[in-house]
Structure formats: structure tokens, C-alpha cells
């Protein structure tokens, strides 16, 4: 098997399962302690959360505050609907933004969805047009999680600050791979959303920063009052502890893991010349190769490459039927979004799965006839 589908998940590190396993405690052990109670054994667990939230807040822009989530679509949905005046996104968003939508208006607030250009980065002149002193937040992608496209963060943060505006950036592709822009407005973001699945921790737990001069947002969840008011419940010291080890690992070897994921890419590059690549090839993460084949059967050539790991759009969307959202913004008929095809892959991938994952598409797609 070559998995080849980093967008969705990753592989979980073994020193983030090292790190997790110590606080799966089991009745001997004295690692078991909710990480909210007094005791020594609860303060120890506390203390681990507290060495992970460093390591996770080390990856995020300086000062602020971190706290740690379900995942990033609570992270979204947090300041979203905790926040006030009215939002402004773009159509490539994924689903953890676009979705907000009905519930964002139930609030009496505006949600405009603003175009993309034609490389799939964002429509700056259509922002300075539909931005207004009412506009409470924008809501914008650093890397796009379908096609890997980056937007021009920097200018869109500061055309949003301009106009008085907060700016939340889905970082979830980007944490831990690239800089979040400089760390405090003009030109930071005022919050940022993270992942751990995506970058080599467990599923299940996921990370807001809040800017330093931010206002902090209305909490979602009500309780004990846990993670500074804004949500309440019992922390997993074994899911913060393994998200904080993906970071730490993640900062110790950045830019070599840049390097072997651009080497991956001209390597995939050459191998799948007679693709059309979607979205920008200058502006893009290179550990995201989406491609297509007009007129290519994508279920027929899963099915013949059942041992290569590779999607056809968003995790999120699969079995939906419908055509991905993100490849029709930036101007592709049904028929091509549908022909397309997502590769990811990053610190566990060889150049040896990306050839032999070549061969095997193109193979499939000759049979095809194309």
C-alpha cells in the first residue's frame, strides 16, 4: 500500500504515540490523573498539557494566547460565531467556513462569499469592494487543503485591518510548514486555527490562537469553565500530549521535511507530465499535486489502483456525488472537476511510492484510453 493522501490525514509520528501512550494510564499507573483536579496526580497531567501547549504555540504566531480544541472546525466555528459584525470569505473555503453560513445569519450578521481568481488564490480587489466598517471578520485559507494553492495572506490581512476588520486564518494545511505572516496586526493574523492530524498527531484535537489584541470569543461549549472560559470539559492529556510532540518534532526539522517535499514534487511533476494541474504551480504548497485527465473515469481508476491511497477532492466531501466546490470556483466545468484526481504526501512518502504510484495511475488512465 502507498498512501499518498496527506490533505486528509497523516500518519501518526511514533514520538507522538510515544508521548501519548505515557498518559493512557492504566489503574497502577499514576498517569491516569484529570489534568482539572488538585492532586498530584492532577497536577502532573497538567503539567504535561502545559509543556504541549508550548510546543503547539511555538508553531503559531508570538504572543496571543493557545488553547486546544476538538479539531480545527470547532476552532473555525468558535470565532465565527462568538465573534460580531458581519463575514466575509472566499468560495474555496472548506466546509468548516462555508457551512457557518445559515447559522452566522441566524445571528442578524452578513456572510459574503467573495470569487477566486482563476490559480485559485484570492480575489483581493473583490475584498477592498465588499469590505465595510460593518465587516467584523475575514475568514481566509492559508494553503487550500484540494489544490494546495496559498493565498496572498499578508495583503489580504492588511486590507482587512484597514478597514477595521479581525482576520481568521484556517491554517490547518500550513501550521507547522510554512510562517503564519508576522505575528501582530497590521500584517498578523488576529486568529488561527490548527489541526494535529495533519501534522503527524492524533485525530481528535485541534488548536485556536488568539492574537494579542484580539477579543476573545463567546464560547461555544459551557461548563467548568476549562481552557480560559472558552471551553469547558475535560482536557485529554494523551491528545495534547501527542499534538505537542507532532509540533515539537515538526519545528526540529522543517526545512529538510521543504526540501524532501519539493523534491517529491518535481519528482511526481515528471512523472505525471500530460496532466493539467489544477490551481497555481508558483503558489502552492508542493506537497498537494492536483491534477486531472479530461474525460478520465476517476471511481474506475481508484478501483484499478486500490493499493495506492490518493482522493478525488476534500476527505470531507467524499461520497457526496457533487462536483468539488473548490475546482469549480476556479472555472472548471462539472466534467473536469469530476475527472480530477489529489495527491498528497509529505515526511513518511519515498520517492520510490511517488514512482511506482505514477506508474500505476498512468497505467490505469492508459487503459482507459487516455
Known amino acids: 500500500m502507498i498512501y499518498l493522501d496527506y490533505q486528509a490525514t497523516t500518519p501518526l509520528a511514533p514520538e507522538a504515540r510515544e508521548a501519548m501512550l505515557r498518559w493512557l494510564g492504566g489503574p497502577d499507573s499514576d498517569t491516569f490523573g484529570n489534568p482539572h483536579s488538585p492532586h498530584r496526580m492532577g497536577r502532573m497531567a497538567a503539567a504535561a498539557i502545559e509543556v504541549a501547549r508550548e510546543n503547539v504555540a511555538a508553531l503559531m504566531p508570538s504572543g496571543g494566547k493557545t488553547i486546544f480544541t476538538s479539531g480545527a472546525t470547532e476552532a473555525l466555528n468558535m470565532v465565527l460565531l462568538g465573534t460580531s459584525g458581519d463575514v466575509i470569505t472566499f468560495a474555496t473555503e472548506h466546509a468548516a467556513v462555508l457551512d457557518c453560513q445559515r447559522a452566522v445569519e441566524a445571528q442578524g450578521r452578513r456572510f459574503t462569499v467573495l470569487p477566486v481568481l482563476p490559480d485559485g488564490r484570492a480575489d483581493l480587489e473583490a475584498l477592498r469592494a465588499a469590505i465595510t466598517p460593518a465587516t467584523g471578520l475575514v475568514a481566509i485559507m492559508a494553503v487550500n487543503n484540494e489544490i494546495g494553492?496559498?493565498?496572498?495572506?499578508?495583503?489580504?490581512?492588511?486590507?482587512?485591518?484597514?478597514?477595521?476588520?479581525?482576520?481568521?486564518?484556517?491554517?490547518?494545511?500550513?501550521?507547522?510548514?510554512?510562517?503564519?505572516?508576522?505575528?501582530?496586526?497590521?500584517?498578523?493574523?488576529?486568529?488561527?486555527?490548527?489541526?494535529?492530524?495533519?501534522?503527524?498527531?492524533?485525530?481528535?484535537?485541534?488548536?485556536?490562537?488568539?492574537?494579542?489584541?484580539?477579543?476573545?470569543?463567546?464560547?461555544l461549549v459551557h461548563g467548568g469553565g476549562q481552557e480560559a472560559s472558552l471551553r469547558s470539559g475535560t482536557l485529554s492529556p494523551a491528545l495534547c500530549a501527542g499534538f505537542g510532540a507532532a509540533a515539537r518534532l515538526a519545528a526540529g526539522d522543517r526545512e529538510a521535511q521543504m526540501f524532501h517535499v519539493e523534491h517529491l514534487w518535481n519528482l511526481a511533476r515528471d512523472a505525471f507530465a500530460g496532466w493539467e494541474l489544477n490551481g497555481s504551480a508558483e503558489h502552492r504548497w508542493k506537497g498537494n499535486l492536483n491534477i486531472r485527465k479530461d474525460g478520465l473515469d476517476v471511481a474506475r481508476l481508484m478501483s484499478d489502483c486500490r493499493n495506492i491511497m490518493f482522493s478525488a477532492g476534500s476527505a470531507c466531501a467524499s461520497g457526496s456525488g457533487r462536483p468539488s466546490h473548490v475546482l469549480r470556483a476556479i472555472g472548471l466545468t462539472d466534467a473536469q472537476a469530476k475527472s480530477s484526481i489529489r495527491l498528497g504526501f509529505g515526511r513518511y512518502t519515498s520517492a520510490q511510492d511517488i514512482e511506482t504510484a505514477a506508474a500505476t495511475i498512468n497505467a490505469a488512465a492508459k487503459e482507459q484510453g487516455l
Do not use: C, F, N
Not at 481568521?168 to 508576522?182: G, I
Not at 493574523?189 to 488548536?207: L, T
Open 149 to 219: 494553492v496559498m493565498h496572498p495572506l499578508a495583503e489580504a490581512i492588511a486590507i482587512a485591518h484597514a478597514a477595521g476588520a479581525r482576520v481568521l486564518v484556517d491554517a490547518v494545511q500550513a501550521y507547522s510548514r510554512l510562517a503564519l505572516t508576522p505575528s501582530r496586526p497590521p500584517l498578523g493574523p488576529d486568529y488561527v486555527a490548527a489541526s494535529a492530524h495533519k501534522i503527524h498527531g492524533p485525530k481528535g484535537i485541534g488548536a485556536l490562537w488568539i492574537g494579542p489584541d484580539a477579543p476573545l470569543p463567546a464560547p
